[in-house]
């Protein structure tokens, strides 16, 4: 099973997000499950979801406390809170920043293998295509390029369903911006 926990901030889709992907691994015929953890339920609050990946039925609904992917949706919240707290020791990282994950965080980067921190420009993205700093779409597909746990076109595919039209059009463009972006950075060897 694959628990990734997603952190972010009220008003960024961190909820939706965790859906969309729960929604990619359906399609690709998997069992999948996301739900939300809210806080003080506002804009700017910190926000986190979770989901689960598997081959067989789902039966557990409790917080990840131990997850296998930590996505975060907003760096500030990195001075905040304890977001990798339980990461796999095997675990990835992935940032939404536009800076190495070196300089983001280097001792997570020394904690876990080579090439499982990794940063994506995700709100510069979608704000290239979007005009919102909506970093669901890309974050996902960041996923994806990390961890072939599922395809790109999963992750296109599921923003399309949910927003039929130009908004999810432009969501499968971010992705797509984002996943050859990883794609090249991890070929470069660049990022941890």
Same mark, same amino acid.
């Given at each position: 099973m694959l628990q990734v926990r997603l952190h972010g901030r009220g008003g960024q889709g961190v909820v939706t997000a965790?859906?969309?992907?729960?929604l990619a691994a359906f399609l690709e015929g998997?069992?999948?499950?996301?739900?939300p953890s809210f806080g003080s339920e506002r804009t700017g609050a910190p926000v986190v979801a979770y989901a689960r990946i598997d081959d067989k039925e789902i039966r557990t609904h409790e917080p990840i406390l131990e997850?296998?992917?930590?996505?975060? $949706?907003? !760096?500030?919240?990195?001075?905040?809170?304890?977001?990798f707290s339980g990461i796999s020791p095997n675990g990835y990282a992935i940032i939404n920043s536009a800076d190495?994950?070196?300089q983001v965080v280097p001792e997570l980067c020394?904690?876990?293998?080579?090439?499982?921190?990794?940063?994506?420009?995700?709100t510069q993205f979608a704000m290239e295509k979007l005009k919102k700093p909506l970093p669901g779409a890309?974050?996902?597909?960041?996923?994806?390029?990390?961890?072939?746990?599922?395809?790109l076109e999963s992750v296109q595919?599921?923003? $399309?369903? !949910?927003?039929p039209g130009k908004v999810g059009d432009a969501n499968a463009e971010t992705a797509a911006l984002a996943y050859n972006y990883l794609k090249e950075v991890i070929k470069g060897g660049a990022n941890a």
């Open positions: 965790a859906e969309m992907l729960s998997h069992f999948a499950q996301a739900f997850p296998d992917v930590v996505l975060v $949706q907003d !760096r500030t919240l990195l001075s905040v809170i304890d977001v190495p994950a070196e020394k904690k876990l293998p080579k090439g499982h921190v990794l940063t994506v420009p995700a890309p974050m996902l597909s960041s996923l994806a390029a990390a961890t072939d746990v599922f395809k595919k599921s923003f $399309q369903t !949910r927003y």
